[in-house]
Protein backbone atom coordinates (compact mmCIF):
# COMPACT_ATOMS: atom_id res chain seq x y z
CA UNK A 1 0.00 0.00 0.00
CA UNK A 2 2.88 2.33 0.86
CA UNK A 3 4.12 1.88 -2.63
CA UNK A 4 0.88 3.04 -4.34
CA UNK A 5 0.73 5.95 -2.38
CA UNK A 6 4.31 6.63 -3.16
CA UNK A 7 4.16 6.11 -6.57
CA UNK A 8 0.79 8.72 -6.42
CA UNK A 9 2.99 11.22 -4.99
CA UNK A 10 5.63 10.99 -7.59
CA UNK A 11 3.21 11.08 -10.09
CA UNK A 12 1.56 14.16 -9.27
CA UNK A 13 5.04 15.62 -8.21
CA UNK A 14 5.69 15.01 -12.18
CA UNK A 15 2.75 16.83 -13.68
CA UNK A 16 3.27 19.90 -11.36
CA UNK A 17 6.67 20.22 -13.03
CA UNK A 18 5.19 20.02 -16.43
CA UNK A 19 3.14 22.93 -15.66
CA UNK A 20 5.44 25.20 -14.11
CA UNK A 21 7.29 25.00 -17.08
CA UNK A 22 4.22 25.63 -19.42
CA UNK A 23 3.63 28.78 -17.25
CA UNK A 24 7.27 29.66 -17.81
CA UNK A 25 7.08 29.35 -21.40
CA UNK A 26 3.81 31.30 -22.04
CA UNK A 27 5.35 34.26 -19.31
CA UNK A 28 8.15 34.22 -21.56
CA UNK A 29 6.26 33.95 -25.17
CA UNK A 30 3.59 37.03 -23.76
CA UNK A 31 6.46 39.06 -22.70
CA UNK A 32 8.27 38.79 -26.55
CA UNK A 33 4.88 39.62 -27.84
CA UNK A 34 4.04 42.44 -25.47
CA UNK A 35 7.52 44.12 -25.20
CA UNK A 36 10.57 42.93 -27.34
CA UNK A 37 8.50 42.07 -30.81
CA UNK A 38 6.82 46.02 -30.77
CA UNK A 39 10.50 47.48 -30.03
CA UNK A 40 11.82 45.13 -32.52
CA UNK A 41 9.43 46.76 -34.73
CA UNK A 42 9.59 50.48 -33.73
CA UNK A 43 13.36 50.31 -34.62
CA UNK A 44 12.84 48.77 -37.70
CA UNK A 45 10.72 51.66 -39.01
CA UNK A 46 13.59 54.50 -37.35
CA UNK A 47 15.94 52.33 -39.04
CA UNK A 48 13.93 53.21 -42.26
CA UNK A 49 13.12 56.63 -41.41
CA UNK A 50 17.06 57.65 -41.07
CA UNK A 51 17.53 55.56 -44.02
CA UNK A 52 15.30 57.61 -46.69
CA UNK A 53 16.77 60.74 -45.48
CA UNK A 54 17.43 63.20 -48.50
CA UNK A 55 18.83 66.64 -49.03
CA UNK A 56 15.87 68.87 -48.77
CA UNK A 57 13.50 67.12 -46.36
CA UNK A 58 12.26 69.25 -43.57
CA UNK A 59 13.06 67.33 -40.15
CA UNK A 60 12.00 67.46 -36.55
CA UNK A 61 15.02 66.53 -34.35
CA UNK A 62 14.61 65.03 -30.90
CA UNK A 63 15.10 68.79 -29.10
CA UNK A 64 11.91 69.87 -30.96
CA UNK A 65 13.82 71.87 -33.70
CA UNK A 66 12.38 72.17 -37.59
CA UNK A 67 15.17 72.37 -39.88
CA UNK A 68 16.01 71.37 -43.65
CA UNK A 69 18.62 69.37 -44.42
CA UNK A 70 21.76 70.54 -46.56
CA UNK A 71 23.87 67.19 -46.77
CA UNK A 72 23.81 63.80 -46.09
CA UNK A 73 27.07 61.83 -44.58
CA UNK A 74 27.35 58.57 -43.52
CA UNK A 75 25.88 58.74 -39.86
CA UNK A 76 26.16 62.69 -40.03
CA UNK A 77 23.55 65.57 -41.50
CA UNK A 78 23.95 69.19 -42.23
CA UNK A 79 20.57 70.50 -40.85
CA UNK A 80 19.66 74.50 -41.76
CA UNK A 81 17.88 76.18 -38.71
CA UNK A 82 15.08 79.08 -39.46
CA UNK A 83 15.91 81.10 -42.39
CA UNK A 84 19.09 82.49 -41.44
CA UNK A 85 21.13 80.74 -44.42
CA UNK A 86 24.14 80.63 -40.98
CA UNK A 87 22.66 78.83 -39.03
CA UNK A 88 24.06 75.44 -40.53
CA UNK A 89 24.92 72.79 -37.98
CA UNK A 90 26.02 68.97 -38.55
CA UNK A 91 24.17 66.61 -36.23
CA UNK A 92 23.91 62.80 -35.86
CA UNK A 93 21.23 61.03 -37.87
CA UNK A 94 19.73 59.78 -34.32
CA UNK A 95 19.20 62.69 -33.33
CA UNK A 96 16.08 62.58 -36.55
CA UNK A 97 12.91 62.26 -34.74
CA UNK A 98 10.52 62.63 -37.74
CA UNK A 99 11.22 63.32 -41.80
CA UNK A 100 8.56 65.24 -44.12
CA UNK A 101 9.32 64.55 -47.69
CA UNK A 102 10.52 67.18 -50.17
CA UNK A 103 7.31 67.72 -52.47
CA UNK A 104 8.45 67.85 -55.67
Do not use: H
Not at 2 to 12: E, V
Not at 27 to 37: T, V
Not at 38 to 67: A, M, W
Not at 79 to 87: A, R, T, Y
Amino acid sequence: MNNLLLAAKTAGGGSSVVIIVLYVVVIIGAMYFLMIRPQKKQDKRQKDLLGNVEVGDSILTSSGFYGVVIDVQDDTVIVEFGNNKNCRIPMQKQAIVDVEKLES
